[in-house]
């Protein structure tokens, strides 16, 4: 097991130590690595575990409807995910999209539609979705054409989304759609939609190579309450960013507890794995690599907690989040590519804990914003303070 001395770091006050010692315990008992064939069920059992656990409080911000805080705190949301991708996968999906899901809400929701679906997101009775990406707008999320029209008291959307999480076994969905106000970014709106609302179908599940629950949604003439809109009309691609300004940074915590646990099996067969006389660890060719693994998991390290801290302080985020998940991704694949390679042939063989994070790793690279479009923001950032 790497050690902790991070916990010490001066990103971090006392409780956030003591949270993360306390879920890893939980996950040792609760959440071992690898799930099932059946990803729903593996899914809503997590979720439901994680809520009993208490862990996802920490997904939502008030503590009037069951949140740990008044608000998101980053650095518990960064210390869960990196402790549960270190543990098992789809445990890091199920809590991330808890919050993902349902960040809009604790963002930008009304009284009445915080208390209607927080608490249930955080007691672990609702799952949840964030529903942005259509087939033709991924990067580019202005190109976005799924449309929201008023009528009266309602608004009634038509379109797809796609490449949604949870999609096929959420409770409601937070959809952006195009509303027109103005072209562009501008005309866009975020509405929450009840999975059984009629009109809103899952056209397509989607397989991917680290398995979730992954969905194409269809909506025909779906008709949604004026009162399920985030924020104000034609705000939505404010609510969005806003929400992935949050959660980014917990990519980037997600990607560190994978790279962790790369690195922990890396050292473990390296020290025992026999060969020419000696261990593989014996050899400075293992040790140059095991010290480029260790160094890019303490530089993501850094970044992320300093992204998720700065954010705690009230401070914008947008280069640093995305430096953090730019970094700390590209960084994870290539550890666990290093790892699993002193594995040889063991480290292609399914089941094993490498190969699984060979695969889980990889869309990290591409979601929430691919490297990239984090390039670019970081470039942006920059370019703007000059
Ligand atoms: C497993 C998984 C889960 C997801 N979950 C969700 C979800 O829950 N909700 C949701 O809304 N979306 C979700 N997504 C969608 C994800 O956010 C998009 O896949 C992502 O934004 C990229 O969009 P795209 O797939 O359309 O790729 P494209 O936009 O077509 O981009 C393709 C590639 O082009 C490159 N690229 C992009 N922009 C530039 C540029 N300016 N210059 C140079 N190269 C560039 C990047 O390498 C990128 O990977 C998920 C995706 C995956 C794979």
């Given at each position: ?54 862990w996802l409080r920490h997904a939502i911000g008030g503590t009037e ?260 998940k730019l970094h700390a991704t590209e960084t994870a694949q290539q ?52």
């Amino acid at each position: 097991m790497s050690d902790k001395n991070y916990l010490a770091w001066p990103f971090f006050e006392p409780h956030h130590a003591a949270l993360e010692q306390a879920l890893d315990a939980w996950a040792v008992q609760h959440v071992a690595h690898g799930h099932g064939d059946d990803v729903d069920a593996a899914c809503r059992q997590l979720v439901r575990q994680l809520g009993e656990g208490g862990w996802l409080r920490h997904a939502i911000g008030g503590t009037e409807h069951g949140g740990a805080g008044d608000s998101i705190d980053t650095r518990a949301i960064c210390l869960i995910r990196e402790t549960l991708a270190r543990h098992n996968g789809l445990a890091d999906f199920a809590f991330a999209m808890q919050g993902l899901g349902s960040g809009a809400i604790s963002l930008f929701g009304s009284a009445a539609n915080r208390a209607e679906y927080l608490p249930r997101v955080a007691r672990g009775d609702a799952i949840a979705a964030f529903a942005l990406s259509e087939p033709q707008a991924g990067s580019d999320v202005a190109a976005m054409q799924c449309a929201a029209v008023q009528d009266g008291d309602h608004y009634v959307l038509n379109g797809e989304k796609t490449w949604i999480s949870n999609g096929g076994i959420a409770d409601f969905y937070v959809v952006f759609a195009r509303t027109g106000e103005q072209p562009g970014a501008r005309g866009i709106s975020a509405f929450i939609v009840d999975a059984d609302a009629p009109g809103l179908t899952i056209a397509e599940r989607i397989n991917v190579i680290a398995p979730h629950p992954l969905a194409r949604l269809q909506f025909t003439d779906c008709r949604i309450p004026a009162s399920k809109r985030l924020g104000e009309a034609g705000q939505g691609f404010k609510v969005a960013m806003a929400t992935l300004d949050v959660f980014r940074t917990s990519v980037a915590a997600a990607a560190l507890g994978f790279a962790r646990r790369a690195m922990d099996e890396a050292l473990q067969r390296a020290t025992q794995r026999q060969m020419f006389g000696q261990v593989l660890a014996d050899f400075q060719l293992t040790q140059a690599k095991l010290a480029e693994m260790a160094t890019g998991i303490d530089t993501s390290a850094l970044l992320t907690y300093r992204a998720a801290w700065q954010r705690d302080q009230g401070g914008k985020v947008t280069k640093e989040a995305a430096m953090a998940k730019l970094h700390a991704t590209e960084t994870a694949q290539q550890v666990i590519d290093a790892a699993l390679q002193m594995f040889g042939g063991l480290g292609v063989v399914s089941g094993q804990i490498v190969e699984s994070l060979y695969r889980e790793i990889r869309a990290l690279r591409i979601y929430e914003g691919a490297t990239e479009v984090q390039q670019l923001i970081i470039a942006r950032e920059l370019l703007k303070e000059t």
